[in-house]
């Protein structure tokens, strides 16, 4: 591709760790300038404790050399991974799962490495607070107007959208009518706590607890699962609680609870550790609990037009089993970066977008499946493996080859490709 490239301007809606690793990548490109908008006073992460693998961190490296010890600064700990079960004749017992073990892995706290992420960035491109009330297309090829809540509006060449499922970017890339654009509940919900590790010890024990041992450890229940993350050196103990509602799923962003329900829900976990954890709860929620469900959206028809694209959450269903959230979207980030720097002028921007859609799409569909199927057996409902161990451990295994096993520079040549190909059409 030869020529002098001309100035792309990139509007990026949301602040999550993947459209920051994006913002990243794009600011090494001289031809591409790049904003970065949150509705909220400030820029969040969402959740408690993830986990990265060292594919995810190889990833940031290639968004933006500089991150070489970004996780270092965020305090990010390797971790031992452990999975147990929590109900049932095996309760206790270790499962197996050499594929978990396989992967070389940190936890960090993801507002640290957010903060991490847009750290040295140039503050006229950082915009917390600012309220996008519609995107409208200028012309067909003729770029985005963002029309903010006040009046102002602001003209790009491409919107990226990583505003997650209550975005305004996925309505914007779909149709106001698809149906994949109203998520639905999967009927599963969660409630995340943190406690300080001395509080953590006395409701749970110190075997689990170790120090000087960053851990991991998850439980799974009948229909249940509990997560405890610890950092070490007397962080905080990181504790989330997942549920299957047993009500039919109401359209609904949370599941309401007394203390009394949420217990009843945990009645059949007899293992002190567990009901530690579920005491802990219950000490800090004395009124009511909120669970926050799980939405689950279709597959998108595409995640892009001419002239905007959808990464992260936005793009697709939060894939929330440990990190591979935040892995997929940071694939995505480089993806999208990657081809929006070969993009020689304004006219190349659709084919670099149809490129990314063509590569990462599948991807995330396929990452989203496997997901699923982890998530029932992970709480309990996987109808061939139940709460056996034995059985757990293999099917584990099989699902985290495909959710872990990313293959980012097969990625890279095959959109490389398709781009290239799209433009010798025109």
């Excluded at 003729?142 to 903010?148: A, D, H, K």
Aim: aromatic fraction near 6%.
């Amino acid at each position: 591709m030869s020529g002098s490239p001309s100035t792309i301007r990139v509007a990026i809606i949301g602040g999550s760790i993947a459209s920051a690793a994006l913002l990243r990548g794009l600011l090494r490109h001289s031809h591409i300038v790049a904003d970065i908008y949150e509705s909220q006073p400030s820029f969040k992460a969402e959740g408690h404790i993830v986990t990265l693998a060292a594919v995810a961190e190889e990833i940031l490296l290639k968004l933006d050399p500089s991150l070489d010890d970004c996780l270092c600064r965020a305090e990010a700990a390797y971790t031992t991974t452990d999975t147990r079960i929590a109900s049932g004749p095996y309760a206790g017992q270790l499962v197996e799962s050499p594929s978990v073990q396989d992967y070389k892995e940190r936890m960090v706290d993801p507002q640290r490495l957010l903060d991490e992420l847009l750290r040295g960035m140039p503050p006229r491109m950082i915009h917390a607070n600012s309220r996008i009330s519609s995107i409208t297309e200028i012309s067909p090829g003729g770029g985005v107007m963002l029309n903010f809540v006040g009046g102002a509006q602001k003209k790009y060449d491409l919107v990226v959208g990583a505003d997650g499922v209550h975005g305004i970017t996925r309505e914007f890339v779909l149709d106001p009518n698809d149906p994949a654009l109203k998520p639905q509940h999967t009927g599963v919900w969660r409630l995340p706590i943190k406690v300080p590790y001395k509080k953590a010890v006395e409701a749970m024990g110190p075997e689990f607890l170790d120090p000087q041992r960053p851990c991991q450890t998850s439980w799974i229940g009948d229909g249940t699962y509990l997560q405890h993350d610890y950092m070490g050196a007397e962080k905080d103990v990181h504790i989330t609680a997942y549920a299957i509602q047993n009500e039919t799923p109401q359209e609904s962003w949370a599941s309401l609870l007394t203390p009394e329900e949420f217990g009843a829900a945990f009645a059949n976990i007899p293992l002190p550790v567990c009901r530690g954890m579920i005491n802990l709860i219950q000490s800090l929620y004395t009124v009511q609990i909120t669970g926050y469900s799980y939405m689950q959206h279709k597959p998108a028809r595409t995640y892009v037009t001419k002239n905007a694209a959808l990464i992260d959450d936005a793009a697709h269903s939060a894939l929330a089993v440990r990190g591979v959230n935040v892995l997929v979207g940071l694939e995505e980030a480089y993806i999208l970066s990657m081809l929006l720097s070969r993009a020689t002028s304004k006219a190349a921007i659709p084919a670099a977008l149809q490129a990314y859609d063509q590569v990462c799409r599948p991807r995330a569909e396929e990452v989203g499946r496997h997901t699923i199927q982890c998530g029932l057996v992970i709480i309990g409902r996987d109808q061939e493996v139940g709460l056996d161990p034995y059985l757990i451990g293999p099917r584990l295994q099989y699902h985290w080859h495909v959710l872990k096993d990313t293959k980012v520079e097969a990625q890279q040549a095959a959109a490389i490709q398709i781009m290239d190909q799209l433009l010798m059409q025109h």
